[in-house]
């Protein structure tokens, strides 16, 4: 055969595999569980892959727990989550227990968000937020602060009292049913930073 005829039979034998593409390997399954690649072998998701947010959660939370034992659901009674979203909200409160998550009369707001709504400058905000957090406490030039202090004070004392229950747990709730891991929703965490904020700085305010 000469070379030129068969250069040109290889190329086309390679193009016609090119458009053809590779075999289909077939449906794709999920991996087992093995200890090679996970310390988890349950509980699986719909697709047979293992549900990393239930797994944890059930790792995590002590054995009989009720949502009167547990600090986050203290926290969450005295709280402001009405901007929080119902859904992700009634979730929470499935995942902690089954309980009825409600707005107290007074509830415990972050300082950003008082702090708004009373007009206050943001940049005096910021400023006398750093401020508060230095001794000794001035309210003169920190007045903001001390108002706000001042309106979360009853819901900051019950806030208190939670945090003396024998066991913090605070579940992992996903976006969605099939949202990795990473895409769970932590709404709280301005929440808890402020309530350290206001317990701390109240203190100071008592010396």
């Known amino acids: 055969m000469k070379p030129f005829f068969f250069a040109h039979r290889v190329a086309a034998g390679l193009l016609a595999l090119a458009v053809a593409g590779p075999a289909s390997p077939g449906p794709a399954s999920a991996p087992a569980p093995a200890a090679d690649s996970t310390f988890y072998d349950g509980p699986l998701d719909a697709e047979g892959f293992v549900d990393y947010a239930a797994a944890i959660n059930h790792e995590l939370q002590p054995a009989g727990l009720t949502p009167g034992q547990n600090v986050v659901v203290g926290l969450l009674e005295q709280a402001d989550t009405e901007h929080w979203d119902p859904d992700h909200l009634a979730q929470l409160a499935e995942a902690l227990g089954d309980f009825f998550i409600a707005l107290p009369d007074v509830p415990f707001s972050e300082f950003e968000r008082f702090a708004a709504t009373h007009q206050v400058d943001p940049a005096a905000a910021a400023a006398q937020r750093d401020r508060a957090q230095r001794m000794p406490f001035d309210p003169a030039a920190t007045p903001g602060v001390a108002a706000w202090l001042d309106a979360v004070g009853p819901a900051l004392d019950g806030m208190a009292a939670a945090l003396q229950r024998p066991h913090h747990h605070l579940p992992l709730v996903r ?5 990795p891991l990473v895409h769970t929703r932590r709404p709280d ?3 808890l930073r402020d309530v350290g904020l206001a317990l701390h700085t109240r203190g ?4």
């Open 175 to 179: 976006l969605a049913p099939e949202a």
């Open 189 to 191: 965490l301005p929440l």
């Open 204 to 207: 100071l305010r008592r010396l």
